[in-house]
T-cell receptor, first 113, second 110 residues
Framework: GENVEQHPSTLSVQEGDSAVIKCTYS??????FPWYKQELGKRPQLIIDIRSNVGEKKDQRIAVTLNKTAKHFSLHITETQPEDSAVYFCAASRNSGYSTLTFGKGTMLLVSP | NAGVTQTPKFRILKIGQSMTLQCTQD?????MYWYRQDPGMGLKLIYY???????DKGEVPNGYNVSRSTTEDFPLRLELAAPSQTSVYFC?????????FGSGTQLSVL
């Protein structure tokens, strides 16, 4: 089955800095790669996703890049703000119709004012 | 829309007890899922369903059972609770791609 590795497990940045979280996956048939944000005590929520026919996708301060050859994808957050502090999960699956996602273990992002 | 509703929010079980975690969604989504979240371990898929009457095992199904008699409801059954089942359980639904999660059930087995 699919295996998703996520790094780092903890990331501390100053407000205004950029943050990058990286994930690798093992199943070359995976073609859907979402990122979820989970604030403390809350449910995970989708913040951005990318499909394998696209190399990069951007939504305001958030961007995701995908390298299918190397089987890795990354989340980039620019101009970080304290409200960006949360746990971020990457995931991968073979299709987005029904998402039997395999999640990474998560990255706790701490943004200090 | 209420989205995905899970009950209860918290529960303490004794070893060997049974319980059902309830999950209902009002978005008419075909796909529903149960995940468990352990500290530092991400979310692991327990069971999923692609429609009423159809269920399938995920990554960690042992010790659990599910049923899907309607589009709206997807309950998760623990038959003989064990300490290893102490976790936070999330139900989710989707139409295409994005998972919509419930607020979670924090379960402790002592």
């Amino acid at each position: 089955g699919e295996n998703v590795e996520q790094h780092p497990s903890t990331l501390s940045v100053q407000e205004g800095d950029s943050a990058v979280i990286k994930c690798t996956y093992s199943d070359s048939a995976s073609n859907y790669f979402p990122w979820y944000k989970q604030e403390l005590g809350k449910r995970p929520q989708l913040i951005i996703d990318i499909r394998s026919n696209v190399g990069e996708k951007k939504d305001q301060r958030i961007a995701v890049t995908l390298n299918k050859t190397a089987k890795h994808f990354s989340l980039h957050i620019t101009e970080t703000q304290p409200e960006d502090s949360a746990v971020y999960f990457c995931a991968a699956s073979r299709n987005s119709g029904y998402s039997t996602l395999t999640f990474g273990k998560g990255t706790m992002l701490l943004v200090s004012p | 829309n209420a989205g995905v509703t899970q009950t209860p929010k918290f529960r303490i079980l004794k070893i060997g007890q049974s319980m059902t975690l309830q999950c209902t969604q009002d978005m008419n989504h075909n796909y529903m899922y149960w995940y468990r979240q352990d500290p530092g371990m991400g979310l692991k898929l327990i069971y999923y369903s692609v429609g009423a009457g159809i269920t399938d095992k995920g990554e960690v199904p042992n010790g659990y059972n599910v049923s899907r008699s309607t589009t709206e409801d997807f309950p998760l059954r623990l038959e003989l609770a064990a300490p290893s089942q102490t976790s936070v359980y999330f139900c989710a639904s989707s139409y295409s791609g994005e998972l919509f999660f419930g607020s979670g059930t924090q379960l402790s087995v002592l």
